[in-house]
């Protein structure tokens, strides 16, 4: 158990829809990270936030979004759905925002109809 | 551009029979490179952080090695629980700091 969470452990909706994925990272890090992982793309990095402020972004969407709030923990939305969306969603988190070490909670699979 | 390429994409071994997987990247500005271990459907496990040519970094039967374009992860002996996906990730200075990762080796270990 790494100590970072993720809720929904799985989530099915339909294309066109909007959803929420929620992370709390590990007592102490200040730093999340999201990553996209597909079978045929492998785990793609999508943006990570430091103490509240974007740090690092990669290759998101604009249909997708992320927030870190006071208390550390972190929401991923994604709307406007494809099919193609379909993945594992991880998240990620390590104590500062460089050169870190990143413990992954258990990811979030997101089935998209 | 900036990428992480991991070869073989699959390896079968007996158990004791130790081998090498490669991780070759192309970075600008290489802040750091990363092996994780991902079981199936799980989050990958953080295994061993690199910062620079030369270095090296050991746990139990796992040696990790890196050059100036390639990271080698030995392994020693195994076992079949060190059957899993390794995974390469880069941290790129020249592009944001953003992270890339290779699409892993899948190790299996024969009994």
């Known amino acids: 158990d790494s100590g970072v969470t993720q809720t929904p452990k799985h989530l099915i909706t339909a294309t066109g829809q909007r959803v929420t994925l929620r992370c709390s990272p590990r007592?102490?890090?200040?730093?999340v990270y999201w990553y996209q992982q597909s079978l045929d793309q492998g785990l793609q990095f999508l943006i990570q936030y430091y103490n509240g402020e974007e740090r690092a972004k990669g290759n998101i969407l604009e249909r997708f979004s992320a927030q870190q709030f006071p208390d550390l923990h972190s929401e991923l939305n994604l709307s406007s759905l494809e099919l193609g969306d379909s993945a594992l969603y991880f998240c990620a988190s390590s104590p500062g925002h460089n050169q870190e070490t990143q413990y992954f909670g258990p990811g979030t699979r997101l089935l998209v109809l | 551009e900036d990428q992480v390429t991991q070869s073989p994409e699959a390896l079968r071994l007996q158990e004791g029979e130790s081998s090498s997987l490669n991780c070759s990247y192309t970075?600008?500005?290489?802040?750091?490179l990363f092996w994780y271990r991902q079981d199936p459907g799980k989050g990958p496990e953080f295994l061993f952080t690199l910062y620079s040519a030369g270095e090296e970094k050991e746990k139990e039967r796992l040696k990790a090695t890196l050059t100036k374009k390639e990271s080698f992860l030995h392994i020693t002996a195994p076992k079949p629980e060190d059957s899993a996906t390794y995974l390469c990730a880069v941290q790129a200075g020249g592009t944001g700091n953003q992270f890339y990762f290779g699409t892993g080796t899948s190790l299996t270990v024969i009994p």
């Open positions: 970075v600008s500005g290489l802040r750091g």
């Open positions: 007592s102490g890090d200040l730093s």
